[in-house]
């Protein structure tokens, strides 16, 4: 019911600050909570930042203080400022999308590569 479709990754040197964007078409009026989550390989997804409707905000401790999610919601569209990136931080990034009432990930984006060199 819900699409969700990236953009904004890229390659970048180490301090260097990117910012992704997730556009989310379709039964939007289901989505309660909005989300990004990343993928280095040989690792698990993990949480990177959670945002609801009303703007609260979760971050994993690794990237606190270094990157900010927001949304837009008259434009259906939650961002990922990332600042002071690290090599750490190189990984794919999802967009994640939770229905009301739900606590695991409904919608996914397709991913977008964001690599951090040294």
């Known amino acids: 019911q819900v699409q969700l479709v990236e953009s904004g990754g890229g390659a970048v040197q180490a301090g260097g600050s990117l910012r992704l964007s997730c556009a989310a078409s379709g039964s939007i009026f289901s989505i309660n909570v909005m989300g990004w989550y990343r993928q280095a390989p040989g690792k698990q997804r993990e949480l990177v930042a959670t945002?609801?409707?009303?703007?609260?905000?979760n971050y994993a401790d690794s990237v606190k203080g270094r990157f900010t999610i927001s949304r837009d919601n008259a434009k259906n569209t939650v961002y990922l400022q990332m600042n002071s990136l690290d090599p750490e931080d190189t990984a794919v990034y999802y967009c994640?999308?939770?229905?009301?009432?739900?606590?695991?990930?409904?919608?996914w984006g397709q991913g977008t590569q964001v690599t951090v060199s040294s």
């Open positions: 945002i609801t409707s009303g703007g609260r905000t």
């Open positions: 994640a999308a939770y229905r009301r009432g739900s606590a695991l990930v409904n919608y």
